[in-house]
C-alpha cells in the first residue's frame, strides 16, 4: 500500500524560495514514509506580472525548481509528480508543464496542459492563460509508485472528455494538481475532484496552492486524495501550507471496477441533429 504525500502550498514570484520549499518537502515526505511526493500548478512560479516574470521562465534545461526537485528525489528516493512549472518552449512560447520524476530523479513523462483558464468572474477577476501559454494537446499517463498515473492540471478538470480518456487508459490514479481561484474552488473543487474519480474509478490526487499570493490572488487550497469511489481520505483545508499524507489501497480499486465496472461497460454513441 505506497503512500503518497501532498505538498499545500503558497507560490511567490521567486522560483529559489519555491524551489527550497518543494525539495525540504521531498525530504520530509521521505522521512514520513511517502513514496511519492505531489506538488501543485505553477508551484515553481506563481506571478502574473508577465513583463516580471519573463526572466523567470527559461527553458527546462535552465530551470532551477525541475534541477532542485530532481536532485531530491535522487537523494531522498521519493518519485515526485512536479504538479506544473512555467517552461520556455524551443520556439519560444511558454507550457505550463507537469512532470513525473522518479526516485533516481530522472523524467519519466512530461504533460502540458491542455485547457487554458480564459475566463471573466463577476468578482471581477479576468484571467487569460492562452495571452501567455501553448495548450497541449496529448493525454498522458505513465508507470508510477502508485500505478498508471493520469496527468492532468486545474482548468482541465472541467472537461470530462480528457478523463475519459484517461480512464480508456485505465489508470489507476489521476493527478489534478491546481492553483485554483477561491470563488470556482468554493462552488465547484469538491464536488468536480469525486466526479472525475467516480467517472474513472480512479484515485484523483490534486495538490493545490493556498491563500493570498505576493502577485495579488488568492487561492483555495483544500489539496485533496479520493478514492475510486468517490470518499475523501484527504482534505488539507483551506487555510495552512505543509504536507499531509494518504495511503493508497491498489485493491480498492479492483474492489470498485469489480462493482461498478462501468469502463467496460461504455458505449461508443452516435450523433444525430434534429432540425
Not at 478538470?157 to 475519459?164: E, G
Not at 468517490?230 to 474492489?255: K, P, S
Request: with cysteine.
Amino acid at each position: 500500500m505506497p503512500r503518497v504525500a501532498l505538498l499545500q502550498m503558497t507560490s511567490g514570484i521567486d522560483p529559489l524560495i519555491n524551489r527550497d520549499a518543494i525539495t525540504r518537502a521531498i525530504a520530509d515526505a521521505g522521512e514520513g514514509g511517502a513514496a511519492m511526493l505531489f506538488t501543485p500548478e505553477m508551484c515553481g512560479l506563481l506571478d502574473r506580472d508577465r513583463e516580471r516574470a519573463t526572466p523567470n521562465i527559461v527553458p527546462e534545461s535552465a530551470s532551477p525548481v525541475l534541477a532542485g526537485t530532481r536532485e531530491a528525489a535522487r537523494e531522498h528516493k521519493v518519485a515526485v509528480a512536479l504538479g506544473s512549472i512555467a517552461i520556455e518552449r524551443p520556439d519560444g512560447k511558454w507550457a505550463n508543464r507537469s512532470f513525473l520524476i522518479n526516485a533516481d530523479g530522472e523524467i519519466t513523462a512530461r504533460y502540458d496542459k491542455i485547457h487554458m483558464f480564459d475566463v471573466d468572474l463577476e468578482t471581477g477577476e479576468s484571467w487569460r492563460e492562452s495571452n501567455a501559454y501553448e495548450a497541449g494537446a496529448e493525454v498522458v499517463a505513465a508507470n508510477t509508485p502508485v500505478g498508471i498515473l493520469g496527468l492532468s492540471i486545474c482548468y482541465d478538470i472541467r472537461f470530462p472528455a480528457l478523463y475519459d480518456a484517461l480512464g480508456r487508459l485505465e489508470c489507476d490514479a489521476i493527478v489534478i494538481p491546481a492553483a485554483f481561484t477561491a470563488p470556482t474552488g468554493k462552488a465547484h473543487w469538491h464536488v468536480m475532484q469525486r466526479a472525475r474519480a467516480i467517472e474513472a474509478s480512479a484515485f484523483v490526487i490534486s495538490a493545490a496552492q493556498v491563500g493570498k499570493h505576493e502577485d495579488g490572488r488568492e487561492t483555495y487550497g483544500h489539496s485533496l486524495v479520493v478514492d475510486p469511489w468517490g470518499e475523501v481520505l484527504l482534505d488539507m483545508g483551506g487555510q495552512d501550507t505543509g504536507l499531509g499524507f494518504a495511503d493508497i489501497d491498489m485493491e480498492r480499486i479492483t474492489q470498485v471496477r469489480r462493482q461498478l465496472p462501468s469502463l467496460a461497460n461504455r458505449r461508443a454513441l452516435g450523433r444525430k441533429v434534429t432540425q
